[in-house]
C-alpha cells in the first residue's frame, strides 16, 4: 500500500513527537517553545505493555472501571441516532488544486508547471474547477451531499504542521489543551463503560479524540483485527486468549500491573467483539478501491454501523499523505482519486445498508498550500479546504473562493470561513449538543446555517 509522503522537517519531526511517551487526559512533553504533544497520542505505560504482546487495539480511560463493565457496557449501549466520521487529509492538502480557478491568469503564472489545465465544473463558483481525481465528491457534491469549504481556517494562520494541527484537533487557536474537541463532546454525552463510542481507527488515539475521562478505542484495521501470537495452533491459541480475557479479573498490589491486566483483557474483549467483521461481505464491495486501508477502515466502519455498534464518532486519515513539496502533480492526483472514490463507496454502502440518515462524514486538513509553486510542489499555507459529505450535508459552498488577487502578508490564500464555526455547526445542528461548553469562545463564533439540511 502507498502512502506517498513527502516530508519536511517539521512535519517529520512532529511526527516522530507523537510516539513519546503520554498519557490521555495528563500532563505532555514539550515539542516547541512550550508546545505541547497533543493530549491522548503516545505510548502510555500501559499501550506499550499491551502493545509489546502484538496486540493492535488499545482503550484509553476510565482504567479504574471493573473489566466487566466494559463488556456490558458496550452490550446494552443505545444505538446513537447520529455519528460523525472525520477524515483527515494528512500534511496540508491544495486546495487551490483540489479546486483550481483554472480560469483565472494569476494561478497560472504563480504555478507554471503544476497549475491544473483542465478540471469538472463545480456548480457553485464558475470559477472553480474540480480535480479529476476528486470525481468522487463531485458526483455527490451534484446530488446535494456535499457542503464544501473552499478557504477555511483562521486568523493569524500558523503554518507548522504541528501547530496548526493542534489547533484544528483541540478546536481552539492556541496551545496548550490536553482534550480533544471531539473527546469533549463524548465526555458531554457518553457513558463511563463503552469504549466504543469514540473509535479511532489508527494505531494510535486521534488527538480530537482524547477525552477527560470517558473510554474511547483506537484500533488500526476492523477488517482485518486480530492478536497475534506465535502459538497460531489449537488448542493453544484459544486458550491463550481466554487466558488474556482473565487476565484483567485478577487482583495485584501493583497499580502497574493491575492497569496492565485490565488492558490486556479489554482488548480481548474488543478483539471476539470485532472477529465477526473480519469476512463480512459489503454490498456495494465493488465500488471501494483495492488494497487500501481507508477502504478497509470505511467498509469495515459500515459494516460496525450496521451491526449496531454504539459508534458515536469515529477518526482516520485519508489515503495517503498530502504534504507536497514535491512531486505534487503525481502525489496529489493518486492519493486524492483513491481518498474519494472510497468515501463515494462509503456513502452508496451506507445508503445500501439504509444508514445514510444517520451518519456524516467531516473531511478537513491542518491549512492549504502556498499559491505559488516551489520546484513542482508547494510550501505550507493558510486558507485550506474542508468538505462536509452525507445525506444531510447542506450541499452548498460556505464562505467562497476568496481569489488570488489579494493575499495575506505571507502570500497565502486568505480564509473566508473558521474551522471553530464548523466545528460548533456540527456539534449544534447535526449531533444536538450545545458548542459552549465544547469549542471556547463558541458563543462569539458565528454558525453556518447551510452547512446541514
Given amino acids: 500500500m502507498a502512502h506517498d509522503h513527502c516530508h519536511c522537517k517539521d512535519y517529520s519531526r512532529s511526527e516522530l513527537m507523537r510516539h513519546a511517551a503520554a498519557q490521555a487526559g495528563k500532563g505532555l512533553p514539550a515539542i516547541e517553545n512550550g508546545m505541547p ?40 449501549a443505545a444505538t446513537p441516532p447520529k455519528v460523525l466520521v472525520s477524515i483527515f487529509f494528512d500534511g496540508g492538502i491544495d486546495s487551490l488544486n483540489v479546486l483550481a480557478p483554472i480560469n483565472d491568469s494569476t494561478y497560472h503564472s504563480l504555478r507554471p508547471t503544476i497549475a491544473l489545465q483542465s478540471g469538472l465544473s463545480f456548480s457553485e463558483d464558475s470559477n472553480l474547477f474540480w480535480h479529476p481525481s476528486a470525481a468522487g465528491l463531485r458526483t455527490l457534491h451534484g446530488e446535494d451531499k456535499v457542503t464544501v469549504f473552499p478557504a477555511i481556517g483562521y486568523a493569524s494562520p500558523n503554518q507548522s504542521h504541528f501547530t496548526s494541527r ?25 457513558t463511563d463503560d463503552n469504549p466504543l463510542q469514540g473509535v479511532s481507527l489508527s494505531n494510535e488515539l486521534s488527538p480530537a479524540l482524547a477525552t477527560p475521562s470517558k473510554p474511547v478505542a483506537a484500533v488500526q484495521s476492523v477488517t482485518n483485527y486480530d492478536l497475534w501470537s ?28 493491575t492497569q496492565a491486566r485490565r488492558a ?13 467483521f473480519s469476512n463480512f461481505t459489503s454490498p456495494v464491495a465493488n465500488l471501494y478501491p483495492a488494497n487500501t486501508q481507508l477502504s478497509d477502515q470505511l467498509s469495515g466502519l459500515a459494516a460496525m454501523l450496521a451491526a449496531g455498534l454504539p459508534i458515536e464518532v469515529a477518526t482516520m486519515s485519508a489515503a495517503g499523505g498530502y504534504d507536497t513539496h514535491e512531486n505534487e502533480a503525481n502525489t496529489l ?36 498550500r502556498r499559491p505559488q509553486e516551489n520546484g513542482g510542489g508547494t510550501d505550507h499555507g493558510a486558507g485550506g479546504l474542508a468538505f462536509v459529505v452525507g445525506k444531510h450535508a447542506g450541499g452548498t459552498m460556505i464562505g467562497g473562493f476568496p481569489g488570488l488577487g489579494t ?42 446555517s447551510t452547512l446541514i439540511d
Fill in 37 to 76: 504533544v497533543p493530549a491522548g497520542t503516545g505510548l502510555s505505560r500501559r499501550t506499550f505493555l499491551s502493545r509489546s504482546a502484538g496486540f493492535a487495539l488499545a482503550v484509553y480511560g476510565a482504567t479504574k472501571l471493573p473489566l466487566a463493565a466494559f463488556e456490558d457496557g458496550i452490550a446494552h
Fill in 166 to 190: 493542534h489547533y484544528y484537533e483541540i478546536g481552539e487557536v492556541q496551545v496548550g489543551a490536553n482534550t480533544g474537541w471531539l473527546g469533549r463532546y463524548i465526555e458531554q454525552v457518553g
Fill in 230 to 257: 506465535w502459538a497460531d495452533t489449537d488448542p493453544v491459541r484459544p486458550n491463550m486468549f481466554t487466558s488474556f480475557g482473565n487476565l484483567g479479573g485478577f487482583p495485584s498490589d501493583s497499580p502497574a500491573l
Fill in 264 to 276: 490486556i483483557g479489554q482488548t480481548e474483549q474488543l478483539r471476539e467483539l470485532l472477529a465477526g
Fill in 333 to 368: 492526483s493518486n492519493n486524492l482519486l483513491r481518498t474519494c472514490n472510497a468515501v463515494l463507496a462509503f456513502q452508496r454502502d451506507l445508503e445500501a445498508r439504509g444508514l445514510d440518515d444517520r451518519v456524516l462524514i467531516e473531511m478537513w486538513s491542518e491549512f492549504g
Fill in 407 to 448: 493575499l495575506d502578508p505571507q502570500q497565502n490564500l486568505l480564509h473566508t470561513s473558521d474551522f471553530r464555526s464548523m466545528y460548533c455547526t456540527l456539534l449544534e445542528s447535526w449531533l444536538g449538543v450545545d458548542a459552549g461548553p465544547i469549542i471556547p469562545g463558541a458563543a462569539s463564533l458565528p454558525r453556518y
